[in-house]
């Protein structure tokens, strides 16, 4: 169960998209809502002020009010009502600050609005939003657009099957189950990974009993590149979410390869929810 959300945030447009969506999920859990804004000053600047809110420094206080004061309108919003908020100024890396607070306030679920311009890649790669993904031990919800209506009907989950894929299905089913949403997996099939229907659907079954778990809807789906397959299978489906598991060592940069089309970079802005493998 969810009771601790954490939303980094630069007050952005994106941020405050993210920001409404974790009021809606903040609200359906009952949980705490957590902000961090992070600051990243000089290493000469941070040491002095021992990365703590007693900063005395012009440059810090300058900081923790312009944070202050934006805190203060998105309280304001409408759709921050009724629920438990908690703000911090943190003068630090943005990864680490963020990783660092995630597991010292024991959060179950970080939520960040994406800067992405285009396409899936820009999603993550090279973004603030991607070294989170990489390297959180927790799940990383990405949203890109305003959702003022968030609702997960149908969640997909893109997967290998490999035996490192486990743990990451097991929680998005979980959430799913919460989110009352239909659950579908997805093995993306591609011509230089090309396996047979047949040894695609023995790996399933396999991967099935090893789950334990009531054997979800399953399909493959062809395409030219995983990515693009995702995104295509995830119009088809009309999903509201797309989920994958996550490896710390690459990140999702071994999704990411070659350009994608002018078409697919306008369904990207699916929210997207990672596991850490």
């Known amino acids: 169960m969810i009771k601790k959300l954490l939303l980094p945030t630069d007050f952005s447009e994106q941020a405050t998209y993210a920001f409404e969506v974790a009021c809606q999920l903040a609200k359906q859990y009952d949980a705490q809502l957590h902000l961090i804004h992070m600051v990243e000053l000089p290493y000469s600047l941070i040491d002095v002020i021992d990365g703590n809110h007693n900063a005395q420094l012009p440059e810090a206080l300058f900081f923790m009010k312009l944070a202050q004061q934006n805190f203060e309108k998105l309280r304001a919003e409408k759709y921050a009502s009724d629920i438990e908020l908690f703000e911090h100024v943190k003068f630090n890396s943005i990864q680490s600050g963020i990783l660092d607070y995630a597991e010292e306030h024991e959060i179950d679920i970080i939520i960040m609005g994406s800067h992405g311009s285009s396409g899936f890649e820009e999603l993550f790669i090279g973004s603030n939003t991607e070294k989170i993904v990489r390297h959180s031990k927790i799940p990383v919800f990405v949203i890109k657009k305003r959702h003022v209506n968030f609702k997960i009907n149908r969640l997909i989950f893109a997967t290998d099957l490999e035996n490192d894929n486990l743990k990451p299905v097991a929680q998005a089913l979980k959430f799913a189950q919460t989110q009352k949403a239909e659950f579908k997996m997805v093995y993306v099939n591609t011509p230089d990974r090309f396996e047979t229907t047949e040894k ?78």
Do not use: W
Not at 223 to 242: F, P, T
Not at 243 to 256: D, E, P, V, Y
């Open 200 to 277: 695609i659907q023995a790996l399933f079954k396999e991967f099935v009993q090893k789950l334990q778990i009531e054997t979800p809807h399953f399909e493959i789906f062809n395409d030219l590149k995983v990515e693009r397959g995702i995104m295509n299978y995830a119009k088809s489906q009309k999903a509201d979410l797309i989920a994958i598991g996550t490896h710390g060592r690459k990140g999702l940069a071994h999704f990411f390869n070659g350009s994608l089309s002018e078409g697919l970079v306008n369904h990207a802005k699916r929210p997207v929810l990672t596991f850490k493998i």
